[in-house]
T-cell receptor
């Protein structure tokens, strides 16, 4: 089956620093990737949709200058949390699709970000 | 407004018992509905996908139903196991002029006790 990986699985950083999270589709080409954040005991909240080679589409209320998304290749998308603050601490999950015509998005295992 | 509601919010059952989780949606136009299992600290994993014409679909001990007229779906878990403890998320896909989008339910947190 389709596998999506994320790196790192956990990261702890100091307030004010930037953190980059990678999302890779290991055995398929992902034209579309999604980034979600999830707070404890809550469901996933879509942050942005990225299509390979184009700018990401951000959901309302998500600061695009704070959460930089790059989808430079068909197997890699990155999310950079810039000038992280404690309130950015969350569980970040990516998913990938072969294309919007396909029915399934495959989720990565998630990245736990803790900002001190 | 496109919304997905799930009930109950949380559920505790004993190992070996059956349970049914509910999903109601107001998403339109409907494309498909998928149930995911999310273990704590992990990404969601797909259990079943239901399209408009499908009423029932099984995947091992998981059986999903869909009533497109009433816009309701259920996930029935048979002979629960400790490993079934997780959050179960109902996700409905719809089409609009910009493509296809997903609406996530809040999830049901299931705890299976020995």
């Amino acid at each position: 089956g389709a596998v999506v990986s994320q790196h790192p699985s956990r990261v702890i950083c100091k307030s004010g620093t930037s953190v980059k999270i990678e999302c890779r589709s290991l055995d398929f080409q992902a034209t579309t990737m999604f980034w979600y954040r999830q707070f404890p005991k809550q469901s996933l909240m879509l942050m942005a949709t990225s299509n390979e080679g184009s700018k990401a589409t951000y959901e309302q209320g998500v600061e695009k200058d704070k959460f930089l998304i790059n989808h430079a290749s068909l197997t890699l998308s990155t999310l950079t949390v810039t000038s992280a603050h404690p309130e950015d601490s969350s569980f970040y999950i990516c998913s990938a699709m072969q294309g919007l015509a396909y029915n399934e998005q495959f989720f990565g295992p998630g990245t736990r970000l803790t900002v001190l | 407004k496109n919304q997905v509601e799930q009930s109950p919010q949380s559920l505790i059952i004993l190992e070996g018992k059956n349970c049914t989780l509910q999903c109601n949606y107001t998403v339109s136009p409907f494309s498909n509905l998928r149930w995911y299992k999310q273990d704590t600290g992990r990404g969601p994993v797909s259990l079943t996908i239901m399209t408009f014409s499908e009423n029932t679909k099984s995947n091992g001990r998981y059986t999903a139903t869909l009533d497109a007229d009433t816009k309701q779906s259920s996930l029935h878990i048979t002979a629960s196991q400790l490993s079934d403890s997780a959050s179960y998320i109902c996700v409905v896909r719809f089409r609009d002029n910009y493509g296809q989008n997903f609406v996530f339910g809040p999830g049901t947190r299931l705890s299976v006790l020995p």
